[in-house]
């Protein structure tokens, strides 16, 4: 299911591995991780199931500033995040929100302006090096 706005990539790792590439690369490029969301942890606490499903959000000012400069209700959307999560197939995804789409949905007009094609490329690149693409 192809969801407008969201990317998703299939991950060549398991759900373990997959997460600590993501952790990793963030790390790597000094970026703040400011939190980390296990869902099925938080399923688990209330005695329901969920596959692993987690989310990290994390962010650089620098980056992110500009587009709220422009539009502040984009930070409703800001930090960014990554989900990565395992489907009923036992197969290992890496998803986000596609900065364009935020952009869109605040109304902002100028993308280069408002750091959106360096937060699509660092994304991008994030993603690949958890998933293994």
Known sequence: MMEPGLT???SMYDF???LERLSAAIEARK?????RIDHASGAASVGLILRPTTVL???NPQAGTPLMQT???AAIDLPLKMLVWEDEASKVHVSYNEP???AA????????ANSVPALTAALAALAREAAGG
């Open 31 to 35: 970026i703040v991780v400011f939190a």
């Open 105 to 112: 949905r605040h109304g902002v007009q100028d993308l280069a």
């Open 16 to 18: 373990a591995t997959t």
């Open 100 to 102: 364009a789409w935020i």
């Open 8 to 10: 998703t990539l299939q």
């Open 71 to 73: 539009a502040q209700t």
């Open 57 to 59: 959000i994390f962010g």
